[in-house]
């Protein structure tokens, strides 16, 4: 079952409440069909820091019935549980955005603020996408891969400014560029722009938590798709990459169930 995103630093409660609506007879299905037992829920999303946290467990009991426990916390303790479960271990989020925590198999103990895409968020697919427009319009990639780009996209470089510094969401859109990108790594210069990416990952989120010797997982869609490039930047930056997931929900269907 899937549904609209909910991230309750974003959406007002009217807006959740019409995202839960969407799935309440799955809901009830599934509450029917263990009748007498116990139901928990736990939520994972983002947006979700501690006040906005007690906020969307508010909304979530008033929603969806026969809960007996409401549990709500960030997709990085999704991510930190579903990787280490209740070993220690440097969890992190690669995706359109980027995010770290030092995680002590219990807490998140330690968190180099990610700062949004601008201002860091380096690893991500936004910051990829960022850094890959500004290298093929700056002339540091061939003009054959500039020509097919535009010719692909059916965007010139004025759309590209106009998409970026006008229109809403430009971290989605930087990011849509991964697909191009990793169709064309056989470009030596374009495959090294995706390791620096990742360098500077480790550079400036994982170096500041001292632990070298802590194995560094990975859950989202840039770790998974660009494994290569990210295994290549960690040895280059002295760390060891432990487990990769596309997705965190098998890694904590097995922390809740164990």
Do not use: W
């Not at 609209?4 to 959406?11: A, W």
């Not at 997709?75 to 359109?96: H, N, P, Q, V």
């Amino acid at each position: 079952m899937t549904s609209d995103g909910i991230n309750p630093f974003h959406q007002n409660d009217e807006a959740i409440t019409e995202i839960l609506h969407s799935v309440a007879l799955s809901f009830a299905s599934f509450s029917s069909e263990r009748a007498g037992e116990e139901t928990s829920l736990f939520f994972y999303g983002s947006g979700c820091t501690p006040e906005q946290a007690a906020r969307l467990r508010e909304i979530l009991l008033r929603n969806i019935g026969n809960i007996s426990k409401c549990e709500v916390y960030s997709d990085m303790m999704g991510a930190a549980r579903s990787l280490f479960g209740k070993d220690e271990g440097i969890a992190c989020i690669l995706g359109t955005g980027a995010n770290s925590c030092l995680y002590d198999g219990c807490q998140m103990v330690d968190n180099t603020p990610a700062l949004g895409y601008i201002l860091g968020d380096e690893g991500s697919g936004a910051v990829l996408g960022r850094k890959f427009l500004n290298a093929l319009y700056k002339g540091r990639l061939p003009l054959e891969l500039k020509e097919k780009f535009e010719q692909e996209s059916q965007y010139s470089m004025s759309d590209v400014i106009q998409k970026v510094y006008r229109e809403p969401l430009a971290n989605r859109f930087l990011a849509s560029f991964s697909l191009f990108i990793g169709q064309h790594l056989d470009i030596e210069s374009l495959r090294q722009l995706v390791v620096e990416n990742f360098r500077d990952f480790f550079r400036y989120n994982i170096v500041p938590y001292g632990k070298p010797e802590l194995p560094v997982s990975f859950v989202g869609s840039m770790a998974y798709y660009y494994k290569n490039e990210l295994f290549e930047a960690a040895e280059k930056e002295g760390f060891a990459v432990g487990t990769i997931l596309q997705k965190p929900m098998e890694g904590l269907i097995r922390f809740h169930t164990l």
